[in-house]
């Protein structure tokens, strides 16, 4: 079993920067690639930023690609979503997730564990 607890959320102005971080317990970090989604009202989850485990290969959405980071620290058991130059439409809940099996990180349902979310807004 794995927890996840988000934090670093809050408002933000359009074009600021904001780091989320997702501490993660229960089982070795190493063990798991780990993933960040958001959900906007009314909108699916989508994917947003992923790390694989071992090799620790970064994926990116598109919309995000050059202005947002992905990073862990195995130490801490922690993973980071450093979020740069945000836009209105980025307002969301923004989820941490944890993954055993290391494939289909571009998609929710490869992903085992997920955190209760924080809230990122963004205003214009």
């Known amino acids: 079993q794995v927890q996840l607890v988000e934090s670093g959320g809050g408002l933000v102005q359009a074009g600021g920067s904001l780091r989320l971080s997702c501490a993660a317990s229960?089982?070795?970090?190493?063990?798991?690639?780990m993933g960040w989604f958001r959900q906007a009202p009314g909108k699916e989850r989508e994917f947003v930023a992923a790390?694989?485990?071992?090799?620790?290969?970064?994926y990116y959405a598109d919309s995000v690609k050059g202005r947002f980071s992905i990073s862990g620290d195995n130490a801490k058991n922690t993973v980071y979503l450093q979020m740069n130059g945000l836009k209105a439409e980025e307002t969301a809940v923004y989820y941490c997730?944890?993954?055993?099996?290391?494939?289909?990180?571009?998609?929710?349902?490869?992903?085992?564990?997920w955190g209760q979310g924080t809230q990122v807004t963004v205003s214009s």
């Open positions: 997730a944890a993954s055993l099996s290391n494939s289909n990180l571009l998609q929710s349902v490869g992903y085992n564990y």
């Open positions: 229960g089982r070795t970090f190493s063990s798991y690639a």
């Open positions: 790390v694989s485990r071992i090799i620790a290969i970064t």
